[in-house]
C-alpha cells in the first residue's frame, strides 16, 4: 500500500528549529541553515545602499518599503506558500502600511535574491519563474562570490534582463535608477 505524502505546511515551517529557515517551494519544504558570511554582507549593503535612499528617503527619493526576508504568502500559487526572497520592495502608494502580521499578502513590486552556492538553482529556476507568475515587475540577483548583478523587468508576462554588471561598478539599476550604486561596497572583502 502506498501511503499519500502529506503536503507541507506552515505549522511545519513553525515547528524548525530557530537556526533554520524554511519556504514552501514546487510543493516542497525547503530548509535551509543561515547563510553564509558573504550573503548576509550582500544582503546587509543591499540594504542600506538601496533601504537608505529609497526606503529611508537618505540621499534619495524614499518612497518605498524595503523589507529583508520578508514572508510572502500572496495566494498565487499553493505550492509556493510562503516563499522569502532576501529582500522585497514595495511602493507606498501600493502599500501605505506595513502589515500587522508576519505575512506579506500583497505582491512587491521588487524582489531580489542574493544567491549561495546551495541556494542558486532554486531562486533562478524555481522562485523566479514564481515571481513572474506573481506579477512583481523588478528583480534582481545578486551573487556575491561572482561580485554580480542582473536586473531584470517583467514585460509581457517575460523576464526581460536590463544588465548584467559586475565588480566595482557605479550602476543605475531599475527600478532603483535614481540613484547611482557603487557595487563595491556589497561585496566583503579583507
Sequence with gaps: MVSARKRPSYA???ALP???RGEIIAGELVVHPRPAPPHVHAAGALGIFVGGPFGFGVGGPGGWWIEPEPELS???DQDFDPIIPDLAGWRRERMPA???TAQFTLVPDWVCEVLSPSTQAIDRADKMPFYLRADV???WLVDPIQQTL???RQENGRWSILGV???SAVVRAEPFDAVEL???QWWARA
Design 74 to 76: 500572496l495566494g498565487v
Design 12 to 14: 511545519d515551517i513553525q
Design 182 to 184: 557603487h557595487l563595491a
Design 137 to 139: 515587475k523588478h528583480a
Design 150 to 152: 542582473e536586473v531584470f
Design 98 to 100: 506595513l502589515p500587522e
Design 165 to 167: 554588471h559586475k565588480g
Design 18 to 20: 530557530s537556526h533554520l
